[in-house]
């Protein structure tokens, strides 16, 4: 074998070439935000229908109970469920990624709609656990004293509690997932 450098020189070599950033085409960057897009749509779909149920729930009792606490505690959870649905619709809807644009264009706006939604996700505890905690809050309480039963109340209320805290860290979990592909995204730029 004359003539061919010794192993070592040709991994030398090799290794010593210059390197071009490997760029996401925009095909992948379109997939990625079609992804995104269903995934937030399937989200809205499932918290429209557990708002569904719950004024649906709620509004039964409005209707058909006699405790008037127990009413006021249902219409609280009937107008902070129609808050949620609607800063969910206004706020938090999918965006559908244009047709014809350049990478650059299709970066921005899937990192755009990351953005917004990790932004979503980390201020959930306002426009979704505060709306829903009075109407809770009456009604453990109302609990309580219906039933002359201290203990039963305090149950409810470390239930819901513990219940919200959980949507509250899933949602932060989900944020950080989130600020992990902008992060990705960024970093992409910055290699082109």
């Given at each position: 074998?004359t003539?061919q450098p010794p192993?070592d020189d040709?991994?030398?070599?090799?290794?010593?070439?210059?390197?071009?950033?490997?760029?996401?085409?925009?095909?992948?960057i379109?997939?990625?935000?079609a992804?995104?897009e269903?995934?937030v749509n399937?989200r809205?779909?499932?918290e429209?229908?557990?708002?569904?149920y719950v004024?649906t729930?709620?509004a039964?009792?409005?209707?058909?109970g006699?405790?008037?606490v127990?009413?006021?505690a249902?219409?609280?959870?009937?107008a902070?469920?129609?808050?949620?649905?609607?800063h969910?619709?206004?706020?938090?809807?999918?965006?559908t990624?244009?047709?014809?644009v350049?990478?650059?264009?299709c970066?921005d706006?899937?990192r755009?709609?990351l953005?917004?939604?990790?932004d979503?996700?980390r201020?959930?505890w306002?426009w979704?656990i505060?709306?829903?905690?009075?109407?809770?809050?009456v009604f453990?309480?109302?609990?309580?004293?219906?039933?002359s039963d201290r203990?039963?109340?305090d149950w409810?209320?470390?239930i819901?509690t513990?219940?919200?805290v959980?949507?509250?860290g899933l949602?932060?979990?989900?944020a950080?997932?989130?600020?992990?592909?902008?992060d990705e995204l960024?970093?992409?730029?910055?290699?082109?």
């Amino acid at each position: 074998m004359t003539g061919q450098p010794p192993p070592d020189d040709v991994r030398a070599l090799w290794q010593e070439q210059p390197t071009e950033p490997l760029a996401m085409p925009v095909n992948e960057i379109r997939e990625k935000a079609a992804k995104f897009e269903k995934k937030v749509n399937r989200r809205n779909r499932r918290e429209y229908f557990a708002a569904a149920y719950v004024v649906t729930a709620a509004a039964v009792y409005v209707v058909m109970g006699s405790n008037p606490v127990v009413k006021i505690a249902c219409g609280l959870m009937i107008a902070g469920a129609l808050f949620v649905v609607y800063h969910l619709h206004s706020r938090a809807s999918a965006r559908t990624l244009p047709f014809h644009v350049s990478f650059e264009k299709c970066l921005d706006f899937y990192r755009s709609e990351l953005v917004r939604q990790r932004d979503l996700l980390r201020s959930v505890w306002w426009w979704y656990i505060g709306p829903l905690v009075p109407g809770l809050v009456v009604f453990g309480w109302e609990i309580a004293d219906v039933r002359s039963d201290r203990m039963r109340g305090d149950w409810w209320i470390a239930i819901m509690t513990l219940m919200l805290v959980s949507v509250l860290g899933l949602n932060w979990w989900g944020a950080r997932k989130l600020q992990r592909q902008i992060d990705e995204l960024d970093s992409l730029r910055n290699d082109r």
